[in-house]
Structures are given as structure tokens and as C-alpha cells.
């Protein structure tokens, strides 16, 4: 597997696809979308972003200042529930990173507080790498959740992406969840799709990097597939997700509210080429005066070991052995 930075590359895949062409797969490969900063607006420069550190832990507070500070952005600092409090009942905050405590249960309730005292604020948990904390993270509607240590560049995508949100709480709702199974109804929004890829990621954390980042990146563009062509990005309609792990293999189903689609009739993407024609779906495209791309049904069969689709085509599921 050959990789670079933000994108997943197979071998596999270049293989099939011609050094001209290659270029292309960029618009198929899966990344964390970094949405537009508030920085300016228009031209003009708006008010600095504040953020809210909670945490008891003073080396915690380094850390996470450490990876988020920058200009434009105000970061306070809060060791414990009380200290939190008076910082949100004195100022306004964009976004309050809590930490888990020493009782592993803080930065749920830290998230309950936040929500009463400053609804519009998003809330970004940090705490152990497993999949409870993650989903009671889920259930209490947070806008994300990071392992702690938290990785850099998760991080700092996650806050610029809280940062710019639209307040969204019930954009991905918990129709049921156990370590084993979790299932989801998610809004046909990008946002939504993003955040709702970061949780996928952080119930895997166990896992390889690689194994993991293959998941995520297959899980996307499934997802994001689901929500432009199934859903066509309407937020009043949803997307329903299925991850499940056994001891051998991660499954994920995808569902969308879409009328599906046959494999035969799909001439636009890479996966429908003739032997003799390895980029026709290029062409097709150009005449059809849509963007390039078309390669993500072609990428994600490289990324898992199994794929299927059901007879309507409105849903997926793949399989990836560990």
C-alpha cells in the first residue's frame, strides 16, 4: 500500500490506471474536509474564536494548546467542573474541549453543563481509546470525540471543523449501540458524513494504522456516496449505517432513502471500464460535462476484501478481515 499524506493510495489501483489519468484519483481519495475558517468573511476579519480546555490534568492543557494554538484563536484553560462553569457563564465559546476525568465519566456530564448553560457551543470529548467511551460520546450528542493522546492532525481538523459548524445535535442519532454493534441515522449533510467518518475511525483505534485508515477511507466514500446520489444532500433526509466488529472482521452496511442503481448502467465510474478501455469512464464523464472522477467504487473494492450490493442498489455492505 503506498500512501500520502491525507490520502489513501492502492498499488493495486495505479496499476490499472494510466499515468495520465492518475492525477485524477485526487478527487476520489478520502480526506478529513477542512471547511472554510471564519477568520474572514467577505474580506472582513471577524471577532477571534474562543475555545474552553477542560481537563485536571495540567500536561493535558500543554498538549492540546500545544496543537491548537494559532492566530485568531483565544484558549482558556479549566482544571475542573466549577472553574468550567464560571468560564462559560463569563464568556461566550465556540467550541470546549473536555477531557474524560479521573472518574472517566467527566466529560460527559462537562458536555450536559455546556449544553444548558451555551447550546450553540460544540463540544469535543478526549479521553481512552475504547468503543464505550466513544459511544456514550455518541449518545450524548457531542460534536466529536478524539483518543487521548489525541493525534495532531485529527485534532486540529476536528476544531476547524467545529469551529465553522452550523449547530447540528441530532445530525447523527443512535438508533443502538453496543462495542460490538453500533447503528446510526445520519442527516444527508457533508458535515455530518465527516464527523459521523471520525467516530467510525475512533471505534476502531485498536486497530493498525493502516487497517484503520483503509476502513475510514472505504467507509467515506461509501457514505458520502449514499448521501449525494441516494440522498442528494438533503438534510431532511437520513442515511442509516451499520458498524459491527467480530474477533475476525469489521463489517459495515450502508443504507441510503435513495431509488438505487444498477452496477450495468453506471458508464460515468472507473469500476464499469472495458478490458480494452481502462479510462472510457473518463470520457463518458467529459462529454457528460461532469467533474472528474469516478473512481470510487474502483478504490474502495482495493481498500476491503469484500463488497456487496443489494438487488435495489440503496445498499452496501463491505467486509474487511483483520
Not at 471577524?46 to 490534568?57: E, G, H
Not at 447540528?168 to 464527523?195: F, H, Y
Amino acid at each position: 500500500m503506498r500512501r500520502s499524506p491525507g490520502y489513501v493510495f492502492s498499488s493495486d489501483l495505479s496499476e490499472k490506471i494510466p499515468p495520465f489519468a492518475a492525477g485524477r484519483l485526487e478527487t476520489a481519495c478520502t480526506r478529513m474536509v477542512c471547511w472554510r475558517s471564519s477568520k474572514l468573511v467577505n474580506g472582513d476579519a471577524v471577532s477571534s474564536r474562543r475555545l474552553l480546555v477542560v481537563d485536571p490534568d495540567r500536561s493535558a492543557h500543554e498538549l492540546i494548546r500545544g496543537i491548537l494554538e494559532r492566530e485568531g484563536r483565544s484558549i482558556e484553560e479549566a482544571f475542573g467542573r466549577s472553574d468550567a462553569e464560571a468560564h462559560l457563564r463569563a464568556a461566550r465559546f465556540d467550541v470546549v474541549v473536555a477531557g474524560q476525568g479521573q472518574n472517566g465519566s467527566d466529560g460527559l456530564r462537562m458536555a450536559r453543563r455546556v449544553r444548558t448553560l451555551q447550546p450553540d457551543a460544540r463540544v469535543i470529548l478526549t479521553g481512552d481509546s475504547s468503543p464505550a467511551h466513544v459511544i456514550g460520546a455518541l449518545r450524548a450528542r457531542v460534536f466529536s470525540y478524539c483518543h487521548y493522546p489525541p493525534p495532531a492532525g485529527p485534532l486540529n481538523d476536528i476544531v476547524a471543523q467545529a469551529l465553522d459548524a452550523v449547530a447540528g445535535q441530532n445530525d447523527i442519532l443512535v438508533v443502538s449501540a453496543s462495542p460490538q454493534w453500533v447503528t446510526l441515522d445520519v442527516r444527508c449533510k457533508m458535515e455530518a458524513g465527516d464527523r459521523t467518518t471520525h467516530f467510525a475511525r475512533e471505534l476502531q483505534a485498536d486497530l493498525p494504522l493502516p487497517v484503520r485508515e483503509d476502513i475510514a477511507s472505504a467507509f467515506r466514500e461509501l457514505l458520502f456516496n449514499a448521501m449525494e446520489h441516494g440522498g442528494n444532500y438533503n438534510p431532511k433526509k437520513r442515511v442509516r449505517i451499520w458498524l459491527m466488529r467480530t474477533a475476525k472482521a469489521v463489517i459495515v452496511k450502508i443504507e441510503d432513502p435513495g431509488k438505487g442503481f444498477s452496477m450495468d448502467a453506471l458508464p460515468h465510474a472507473a469500476i464499469s471500464n472495458p478490458e480494452d478501455s481502462p479510462i472510457r469512464h473518463v470520457e463518458v464523464r467529459a462529454e457528460a460535462g461532469q467533474r472528474p472522477g469516478g473512481f470510487g467504487i474502483l478504490m474502495t473494492r482495493n481498500l476491503v476484501d469484500e463488497l456487496i450490493y443489494n438487488e435495489r442498489g440503496n445498499g452496501v455492505l463491505f467486509i474487511k478481515y483483520l
